[in-house]
């Protein structure tokens, strides 16, 4: 039994991976290899090493797959919403597209001190993308790389934020965004001199504020990616154990937990999104 529930929890946090292997490597086969690993257990530890040894050439199709499909899903329903919108009695979709839109708009009225038509956009994409993906935690562990392995996929990860290379992705970008609108807003000089002469405005403390800016300023798409990551990965693995526990028990764990899953998620984007406006709005801010 150990060595299922150990197959069974590798095998759902594995990713599809493709990639470039090294040039001459070749793959250990199972037969004729002495181990005390049963062939499913050889099978997934040989694809675990595979896609370690791809490296950073190796991509993540679930993730990458689900993370486009969350985009085009958030870019059809607020799209449709925008072309049946009607002065008169809205419909559902209306409803809550325009009470998302209103949310997002007063935190960035709340959190925003600079003057960017951007920002709201920004932030309305981040939540709404974050909450689509975190959303498919919702379903089933099982139900999804079932599907995959009828269709032949031997794995497959549904949830893109608990992927560190999903959470890292969104994160990078928005650091970028932070350079290229502190270079924007206060020059390329401005931006030096703010890294250079910040917390101490003396030329001799030059180095340490470089060292203190330029550390704060690299935490911040690390502390983005990592804490959504960690909450989402540590929920997926939590439901991987509920489902290996005997059926009596796993319904009555797994309806609390996916209860408390229900204020989880949101909140991971809502923080995720405020986090986002706090960083830009210092990018616009001139000292």
């Not at 797959?65 to 919108?85: C, Y």
Request: glycine fraction near 8%; charged fraction near 10%; charge should be negative.
């Amino acid at each position: 039994m150990a060595g299922n529930s150990q197959e069974y929890i590798t095998h759902h946090l594995t990713n599809l991976t493709y990639g470039k292997l090294p040039a001459g490597y070749v793959r250990t086969s199972y037969e004729g290899v002495e181990t005390e690993l049963t062939s499913t257990s050889w099978v997934i530890a040989q694809t675990a090493q595979e896609a370690a040894d791809m490296g950073f050439m190796a991509v993540h199709l679930d993730s990458l797959g689900w993370s486009i499909a969350m985009g085009f899903l958030f870019i059809w329903l607020f799209g449709r919403a925008a072309r049946k919108a009607t002065s008169g009695v809205p419909g559902t979709l209306q409803n809550v597209c325009e009470s998302v839109v209103e949310f997002v708009q007063g935190m960035v009225k709340d959190t925003f001190h600079g003057r960017n038509p951007m920002i709201g956009p920004i932030a309305l994409t981040v939540f709404v993308w974050v909450l689509l993906m975190n959303s498919l935690k919702w379903i089933p562990v099982d139900i999804i790389p079932l599907i995959a392995q009828w269709l032949g996929a031997p794995y497959f990860k549904i949830v893109p934020t608990a992927d560190p290379n999903g959470t890292f992705g969104i994160s990078i970008g928005i650091f970028l965004l932070i350079i290229f609108y502190s270079i924007k807003v206060k020059g390329a000089g401005g931006f030096a001199k703010e890294l250079s002469f910040t917390p101490f405005n003396h030329w001799l403390f030059i180095p340490f504020n470089l060292f203190l800016e330029i550390l704060g300023l690299l935490t911040k798409p690390l502390s983005l990616a990592l804490r959504l990551f960690g909450n989402m990965y540590a929920g997926e693995v939590v439901f991987i154990l509920i489902a290996l526990l005997p059926f009596y028990v796993m319904w009555l764990l797994n309806v609390p937990w996916a209860i408390f899953h229900i204020l989880v998620i949101p909140l991971q984007a809502f923080i995720f999104m405020v986090l986002t406006i706090v960083y830009l709005s210092q990018a616009h801010e001139e000292h």
